[in-house]
């Protein structure tokens, strides 16, 4: 298995341009999970998914979008880049929130400016 | 205010020395997790703990609900224990996670 997998590893954009971090996981897990890290600070959750059709906000969801029509893929989708969007992106998967182990994908760096 | 907060920031010590990082949180969980960030920046997951005292070789979690408060012990520590360690909470009300902003640790030979 190859487990979480991300692309691109890193990226620059020029303000305004838009894009979509790819994120596939081939474990079967219903849950899925997109989180920014920003040096100095805690990972924050962006966006969630409990199931293929199914998505939902998290702490910080203002500028990205998700959808989720696979239960293997769940695309996070930067439309207006800001330069307060750089940073690392971790996905990450679950197979249930009680059997919560997460996932992680290697993360993509993204650069704005 | 943070909903996680973990302490030390930072810790260095020698090798074979005993190590205990702390973790407080102000929600209502319904699971606690260590994370560990590698100096490469990937994370994998040590522990999920909802209750008690977990044990993975010599790595040792604790929780105590009641006062809020985890801890994630390392015996006999070795530099490849070099990393950053994160705990996480998910609230109990729903799928939201919130993170601690991670404990460096340098594990000098």
């Known amino acids: 298995n190859a487990g979480v997998t991300q692309t691109p590893k890193f990226r620059i954009l020029k303000i305004g341009q838009s894009m979509t971090l790819q994120c596939t996981q081939d474990?079967?897990?219903?849950?899925m999970y997109w989180y920014r890290q920003d040096p100095g600070m805690g990972l924050k959750l962006i966006y969630y998914?409990?199931?293929?059709?199914?998505?939902d906000k998290g702490e910080v969801p203002n500028g990205y979008n998700v959808s989720r029509s696979t239960t293997e893929d769940f695309p996070l989708r930067l439309e207006l880049a800001a330069p307060s969007q750089t940073s690392v992106y971790f996905c990450a998967s679950s197979r249930g929130q009680g059997a919560g182990e997460q996932f992680f994908g290697p993360g993509t760096r993204l650069t704005v400016l | 205010k943070n909903e996680v907060e973990q302490s030390p920031q930072n810790l260095t010590a020698q090798e074979g020395e005993f190590i205990t990082i702390n973790c407080s949180y102000s929600v209502g969980i319904s699971a606690l997790h260590w994370l560990q960030q590698h100096p490469g920046g990937g994370i994998v997951s040590l522990f999920m703990l909802s209750s008690g005292k977990k044990k993975h070789g010599r790595l040792i979690a604790t929780i105590n609900i009641q006062e809020k408060h985890s801890s994630l012990h390392i015996t006999a520590s070795h530099p490849r224990d070099s990393a950053v360690y994160i705990c996480a909470v998910r609230t109990y009300t729903g799928n939201q996670f919130y993170f601690g902003t991670g404990t460096s640790l340098t594990v000098i030979p």
């Open positions: 474990m079967n897990h219903n849950y």
């Open positions: 998914s409990v199931g293929a059709g199914i998505t």
